[in-house]
């Protein structure tokens, strides 16, 4: 965790107090939230935690919980009042019981991972049956992404380089922070769906986002059918 941890200092995610402030993706996570009440909920990759209390308030919840890699967004968040703990959740498992989480967040983790599989056990894991998770990340197979890879340019949200922006349309000074360095994964749609459901988390809403993401909105549960309802054209998210 030593070498992610450096990099994670550089890239720890950070979002707006207010709102008002905040993305097209972050506003409908919100309002996902904001039609449950929980008791407890996990964040992870919370970053500064911002967006972990704001979470916490849209949900009414009494408790919220924070996974950071990074030392820097850790000590932010819990100076925000987010109970958060430093682990890399490519390697280590939450330190929590089975069922403990009502609700969890993993907003643009997955494509950081080198062991998503391991992510999404832990998903399961400790979030409650009938529990709530909602994950986001970017959607390898956008309009925008196709477009670029037409041209022979490098997906938008794919790097091949943490110190360099090589190969992509857009240009990035040098010393200037590198859009997406750090994505080591891409998801498809349907790479996606087909890896949830072999983790046992069924995929009940996905919608698109105007922030070049998708959030799948997924529930712990096997007694129910399976649901999915395709709101917007998820392509162009």
Same mark, same amino acid.
């Given at each position: =965790?030593?070498?992610?941890?450096?990099?994670?200092?550089?890239?720890?995610?950070?979002?707006? %107090?207010?709102?008002? *402030?905040?993305?097209? =993706?972050?506003? $409908?996570? +919100?309002?996902?939230?904001?039609?449950? %009440?929980?008791?407890?909920?996990?964040?992870?990759?919370?970053?500064?935690?911002?967006?972990?209390?704001?979470? %916490?308030?849209? @949900?009414?919840?009494? !408790?919220?919980?924070?996974?950071?890699?990074? *030392?820097?967004?850790? *000590?932010?968040?819990?100076?925000?009042?987010?109970?958060?703990?430093?682990?890399?959740?490519?390697?280590?498992?939450?330190?929590? !019981?089975?069922?403990?989480?009502?609700?969890?967040?993993?907003? !643009?983790?997955? *494509? &950081?991972?080198?062991?998503?599989? &391991?992510?999404?056990?832990?998903?399961?894991?400790?979030?409650?049956?009938?529990?709530?998770?909602? /994950?986001?990340? #970017?959607?390898?197979? @956008?309009?925008?992404? $196709?477009?670029?890879?037409?041209?022979?340019?490098? #997906?938008?949200?794919?790097?091949?380089? +943490? $110190?360099?922006?090589?190969?992509?349309?857009? !240009?990035?000074?040098?010393?200037?922070? /590198? #859009?997406?360095?750090? &994505?080591?994964?891409?998801?498809?749609?349907?790479?996606?769906?087909?890896? +949830?459901?072999?983790?046992?988390? $069924?995929? /009940?809403?996905?919608?698109?986002?105007?922030?070049?993401?998708?959030?799948?909105?997924?529930?712990?549960?096997?007694?129910?059918?399976?649901?999915?309802?395709?709101?917007?054209?998820?392509?162009?998210?």
């Amino acid at each position: =965790m030593k070498i992610k941890g450096k990099y994670a200092d550089k890239f720890v995610g950070g979002t707006p %107090k207010r709102y008002a *402030e905040l993305g097209d =993706m972050h506003k $409908r996570v +919100l309002e996902i939230f904001s039609k449950y %009440k929980f008791d407890r909920i996990l964040d992870v990759g919370c970053g500064d935690g911002n967006f972990s209390i704001l979470l %916490k308030d849209a @949900s009414n919840a009494k !408790e919220v919980y924070g996974i950071e890699i990074s *030392e820097k967004g850790v *000590e932010s968040a819990r100076r925000n009042g987010v109970k958060a703990l430093q682990l890399d959740i490519d390697e280590d498992d939450f330190p929590f !019981e089975d069922d403990y989480f009502d609700a969890i967040f993993a907003g !643009e983790v997955i *494509e &950081h991972l080198w062991d998503p599989d &391991h992510l999404f056990d832990e998903l399961y894991r400790t979030l409650r049956r009938g529990g709530l998770c909602v /994950i986001t990340t #970017p959607n390898l197979a @956008s309009i925008h992404n $196709r477009i670029a890879l037409l041209f022979g340019f490098q #997906p938008w949200t794919i790097s091949v380089s +943490l $110190r360099h922006a090589v190969g992509h349309l857009y !240009e990035v000074r040098e010393g200037d922070h /590198i #859009p997406w360095a750090d &994505h080591i994964r891409g998801f498809t749609y349907r790479a996606l769906i087909q890896l +949830l459901r072999i983790h046992k988390l $069924r995929v /009940i809403k996905v919608k698109g986002s105007h922030t070049f993401a998708y959030y799948s909105t997924l529930s712990r549960t096997r007694s129910f059918p399976f649901l999915f309802v395709r709101i917007g054209d998820w392509i162009l998210a």
